[in-house]
């Protein structure tokens, strides 16, 4: 039986090492046509989602809002980002945003998003590539690896549509390239410190990334405890437990420091600013709570889950199982940074949904794309590769030309398994994103107006939700209200969209607003003339909560203007006349 799986010895030919010598333009070449592809690829995706199809999602609308509402709200200040979704796709928007007063589509077509998301799922593209690349695979097969990967719809989808999956992608990516490197080179600690300002990033864009961070970190100080013992001479404290572990508890921290240091610091602004420094992390469970969806029994619940990973990467169980064999013939380590770092908020997620605190949605799943790429990347991986090009070029001609017909012998083979392994992927995602019983938030808010052949009602109240949103946005700029005069909860449906693409949204008071709690006490008091608010409202918001009679006739307080009624995925939404004080203001 082979021994437990073991880092190599720093002096073994090791997988992945950069060949030096003249193939090193090529990979340069190969890296912007791969990338700039699929940069291009996902933009023209963006455009057709923003300006064509107006297909916007509401968490990447959300998101910007967050952005926009730093820069250009009634009351600009940092804290308006809102501390109940993670900061980094919010902060990410901030730079697009900017130019917003020269090119006001960035905010009214939501494109400041797209463009973050462009950049950044072309940026996983790159990081996909090169690991792929210092894993010793060999070019062809690498780049239809690649490009299988950049071209999955799943992955298009997500690259162009401004949501966080982009940004979790690349620094989830980023941290197992970085990571497989120091695996590779014990003294490579720069490549850890990368690692973990990648992991850090990571936490920023996602709470699940929280898995990542116990898993990889468990995987770091075993890693570096079993290099100390092995390696290291007996006088040099090799053999002596608490010098191996104290090593060991080094390389962990130094990993996993830039996480602490973005963990602390997010919980500490939100507990200053809103007294609650948790409240990203029960977030969903309470929207899940109170929208009144109920996921069905266990069975249920994993055979959804079952379905909608075998969907994104159909044969992912099969290339687990035979990176594991490889792995453990190897006797190499290297397989576990991956199922870490990538496969630990992929189960993260999987756990969620199976416990009733995520909705049953196809994005929750998308880590079972790169970490099949990157499974099955490590299935081709020689074991070791040729570092010195100058003594490859002076072998006999005969041994060259043997070793040129093996290398063609296994390019073809690699080619055939990644078609085979990851080809039917393509399909199998497209198919899942546009079945309501599959890719349910995808399908029914953003793609299912585009590409089913029979748009049920549903799928045309969505085609044309953004029409509505601008129609409410036409009704109150028609009213020229002053600044201030509007009081509403940003957290209704179809308000952030309405926020973003008004002529002029300082009209508005929202809860981002650090004066909009004592404004909502007494709105004539601060000249807030109007209220808006929803009249059933899937989830509770500030509004309604603090004038529960609001809708009732007669309540002295206020008088109905004007109704928007409920349509394509919007509350019903009043427009109602502050007349007189509250009791007790």
């Known amino acids: 039986m082979p021994p437990p799986l073991t880092p190599r010895s720093p002096d073994a030919g090791q997988a992945?090492?950069?060949?030096?010598?003249?193939?090193?333009?090529?990979?340069?070449?190969?890296?912007?046509?791969?990338?700039?592809?699929?940069?291009?690829?996902?933009?023209?995706?963006?455009?057709?989602l923003d300006f064509v199809y107006r297909s916007f999602a509401d968490d990447a609308v959300s998101r910007l809002a967050n952005g926009f509402y730093v820069l250009y709200s009634r009351d600009p200040h940092l804290a308006a980002i809102g501390f109940v979704w993670t900061p980094l796709t919010s902060m990410a928007d901030f730079v697009p945003l900017l130019l917003k007063p020269l090119w006001p589509v960035l905010a009214t077509h939501a494109f400041a998003g797209s463009v973050v998301t462009v950049a950044a799922m072309?940026?996983?593209?790159?990081?996909?590539?090169?690991?792929?690349?210092?894993?010793?695979?060999?070019?062809?097969?690498?780049?239809?690896?690649?490009?299988?990967?950049a071209l999955n719809p799943m992955i298009v989808f997500f690259a162009a549509n401004g949501m966080s999956e982009a940004l979790l992608v690349f620094t989830l990516l980023a941290t197992t390239r970085y990571l497989l490197r120091w695996m590779r080179d014990e003294d490579d600690v720069r490549s850890l410190v990368y690692a973990g300002v990648a992991l850090a990033f990571a936490y920023l864009a996602r709470n699940e990334t929280l898995a990542a961070v116990a898993l990889s970190g468990a995987l770091v100080f075993t890693v570096s405890?079993?290099?100390?013992?092995?390696?290291?001479?007996?006088?040099?404290?090799g053999g002596k437990r608490t010098s191996r572990y104290m090593g060991a508890m080094t390389d962990t921290l130094v990993y996993v420091a830039p996480f602490l240091a973005a963990f602390l610091g997010w919980l500490g602004a939100a507990y200053l600013i809103v007294k609650d420094p948790f409240q990203q992390f029960h977030a969903n469970a309470a929207l899940v709570q109170e929208s009144g969806f109920r996921p069905g029994p266990m069975s249920e619940r994993l055979s959804h889950e079952l379905n909608a990973v075998i969907h994104l990467m159909p044969l992912l169980p099969l290339i687990a199982l035979g990176a594991l064999v490889v792995a453990w013939r190897r006797r190499d380590a290297q397989v576990a940074v991956p199922i870490a770092v990538i496969g630990g908020p992929l189960a993260f997620d999987l756990i969620g949904y199976a416990s009733g605190q995520l909705f049953p949605w196809l994005r929750y799943y998308i880590l079972a794309i790169p970490i099949g790429v990157l499974l099955l990347g490590y299935l081709l991986s020689p074991v070791s590769v040729v570092v010195d090009a100058d003594a490859k070029r002076q072998a006999p001609a005969a041994r060259r030309r043997l070793g040129e017909s093996r290398r063609l012998v296994a390019t073809a083979g690699g080619v055939a398994v990644v078609v085979l392994a990851l080809g039917p992927s393509l399909p199998a995602s497209a198919l899942g994103m546009v079945d309501p019983t599959v890719g349910v938030g995808e399908t029914i808010q953003n793609l299912g107006f585009i590409f089913h052949a029979h748009p049920d009602a549903q799928d045309r109240q969505e085609q044309?939700?953004?029409?509505?949103?601008?129609?409410?946005?036409?009704?109150l700029t028609a009213m020229h209200l002053p600044h201030g005069s509007v009081l509403v909860d940003n957290d209704v449906a179809c308000i952030p969209d309405v926020l973003t693409t008004i002529a002029d949204n300082k009209v508005f008071v929202i809860p981002n607003d650090r004066d909009f709690q004592k404004i909502l006490a007494d709105p004539l008091v601060f000249h807030a003339h109007y209220l808006l608010a929803p009249v059933h409202s899937s989830y509770p918001d500030l509004v309604n909560n603090a004038y529960p009679d609001l809708s009732l006739a007669g309540n002295g307080v206020t008088t109905i203007v004007r109704t928007?009624?409920?349509?394509?995925?919007?509350?019903?939404?009043r427009l109602y006349r502050v007349v007189g004080h509250p009791s007790g203001a």
């Open 122 to 149: 072309a940026a996983a593209v790159h990081q996909l590539r090169s690991a792929l690349l210092e894993w010793g695979v060999a070019r062809t097969p690498r780049v239809v690896l690649t490009l299988l990967f």
């Open 225 to 237: 405890a079993l290099r100390v013992k092995r390696w290291r001479p007996a006088d040099e404290g």
């Open 464 to 475: 044309h939700r953004y029409d509505h949103v601008l129609a409410i946005g036409a009704a």
């Open 16 to 48: 992945g090492t950069e060949v030096r010598g003249p193939g090193l333009g090529g990979a340069r070449t190969e890296m912007w046509i791969v990338t700039g592809l699929s940069a291009a690829v996902y933009l023209a995706a963006a455009v057709l």
């Open 564 to 573: 928007f009624p409920a349509e394509n995925g919007c509350d019903e939404l």
